[in-house]
Nanobody, 121 residues
Framework: QLVESGGRLVQAGDSLRLSCAAS????????AGWFRQAPGEDREFVAG????????FYTDAVKGRFTISRDNAKNTVDLEMKSLKPEDTAVYYC????????????????WGQGTQVTVSS
């Protein structure tokens, strides 16, 4: 089970930290990361990290603004978001077991229920 937290309404330029806690899964064995889905859009990859957290990947739209980190001892993966823009508004989903370098998911990918991030201008 993956449970996200931290989403809320913020102003453009603000910072926000999302957290995802895993339970009942072999968290440290899998790549972990974040996807988002804006209204009327497909779900898209945002950031990912390999099982050891040493290698991270980001979609171009968030590079330099978002930072992903994981703590395998606590079974958590976080997304620090800075300089938020209205176009970052979306439901953010935590994911486990996917290709973090391409953002490719499979039927074996685990998903959280999502947390809403709204950035007002």
């Amino acid at each position: 089970q993956l449970v996200e937290s931290g989403g809320r309404l913020v102003q453009a330029g603000d910072s926000l930290r999302l957290s995802c806690a895993a339970s009942g899964l072999d968290f440290s064995s899998y790549a972990a990361g974040w996807f988002r889905q804006a209204p009327g859009e497909d779900r898209e990859f945002v950031a990912g990290t390999r099982w050891n957290g040493r290698t991270t990947f980001y979609t171009d739209a968030v590079k330099g603004r978002f930072t992903i980190s994981r703590d395998n001892a606590k079974n958590t993966v976080d997304l620090e978001m800075k300089s938020l823009k209205p176009e970052d508004t979306a439901v953010y989903y935590c994911a486990l077991a996917f290709n973090p370098s391409t953002g490719t998911t499979t039927e074996n990918t685990y998903w959280g229920q999502g947390t809403q991030v709204t950035v007002s201008s």
